[in-house]
DNA sequence: TAACAATAGTTGCATGTGCAACTATTTGAA
DNA sequence: TTCAAATAGTTGCACATGCAACTATTGTTA
């Protein structure tokens, strides 16, 4: 019957569950930023917070740190620096490299998106014991190893 | 120390992760479908899918089976015309209505789609046991009613 | 019935994405 | 040392996305 063989394939494995969760947390992440009155996305809140951890990094550095295309990083950074949260300077050593830095700005922007998303991770990770957030991370990075044997661990 | 002080909130709850295995997911997706010499993106696929459990679907049906806004799911679909996989039909009974119905191209598509997401699928479940599966789908589906309380279940 | 509200779909705008081609600079090798 | 290969970053192109405003049609209500 057609309908069964359908659900043998797709339906029944862990990708569409995947998607699905991460619309939902990708919808919830955006909108407790615009309705905390942060101008700014959540692919822009990550590239401060790389930087926060360490500023300076160049963009091959970023690109890489959130697993991006360099292209698709340049113009994420360049949206940030038309809003001042941060710069480009380009290195001395090696001209063609920029090291990008957290502008003043930036670096409160950053700091009042955190109990923003604190707050979401809580709602999101209620009912749900330390256990099975374990349990679920394990899974996850055992999906992610199937796909990527020589990562063994990317962090 | 400001490092661990970072670490609390976001890197060791599950966000990051689900983020990660989804963006890997995405890209071996794409990867398989291209190279099988297959002339669609995921998302259309997707639609495909959803046109072949049930033809004629309207647009409002089909952006909220497939999780998407109707603007978006639009452009999807007039993509799809243009590739002459679907068509749209103005309904009869209600003319703001367009019924969207698979060609025997996206048909024959979407059929030779499924061995390639098979596999795929394979890969990302190897040494992964079905109970390991189960547990991995009911955490997720917990995230998903953390987010959405009013959707008990939402298959 | 006439006017207003709801609904389906489209479009403008801004966002984010990867790939491939390009520029500028640096490195490495003949 | 000079010329080719590697590297960092940018840009064009095509794709996907949500929101808000808009059109056309249908439903509702006064």
Same mark, same amino acid.
């Given at each position: 019957?057609?309908?069964? +063989?359908?659900? #043998? /394939?797709? +339906?029944?494995? #862990?990708?569409?569950?995947?998607?699905?969760?991460?619309?939902?947390?990708?919808? %919830?992440? %955006?909108?407790?930023?615009?309705?905390?009155?942060?101008?700014? =996305?959540?692919?822009?809140?990550?590239? $401060?917070?790389?930087? %926060?951890?360490?500023?300076?990094?160049? &963009?091959? +550095?970023?690109?890489?740190?959130?697993?991006? /295309?360099?292209?698709?990083?340049?113009? $994420?950074?360049?949206?940030?620096?038309?809003?001042?949260?941060? #710069?480009?300077? &380009?290195?001395?050593? /090696?001209?063609?490299?920029?090291?990008?830095?957290? =502008?003043?700005?930036?670096?409160? =922007?950053?700091?009042?998106?955190?109990?923003? #998303?604190?707050?979401?991770?809580?709602?999101?990770?209620?009912?749900?014991?330390?256990?099975?957030?374990?349990?679920?991370? /394990?899974?996850?990075?055992?999906? &992610?190893?199937?796909?990527?044997? +020589?990562?063994?661990?990317?962090?």
């Amino acid at each position: 019957m057609k309908t069964k +063989e359908v659900h #043998i /394939d797709f +339906e029944r494995s #862990i990708g569409p569950w995947l998607g699905r969760t991460m619309k939902l947390l990708d919808y %919830h992440m %955006h909108e407790a930023l615009q309705s905390a009155g942060l101008d700014l =996305t959540k692919e822009q809140m990550v590239v $401060l917070k790389k930087l %926060h951890q360490k500023d300076g990094l160049n &963009q091959n +550095e970023l690109a890489f740190l959130t697993y991006r /295309d360099k292209s698709s990083l340049a113009r $994420l950074l360049s949206k940030m620096e038309r809003k001042k949260y941060i #710069i480009r300077k &380009q290195s001395t050593d /090696d001209k063609r490299v920029n090291q990008v830095f957290l =502008t003043k700005t930036g670096r409160a =922007t950053y700091l009042k998106t955190r109990p923003v #998303i604190k707050k979401l991770i809580n709602k999101m990770e209620q009912n749900i014991s330390t256990e099975e957030k374990v349990q679920m991370i /394990d899974l996850l990075q055992k999906v &992610q190893v199937n796909f990527e044997p +020589e990562l063994t661990f990317n962090k």
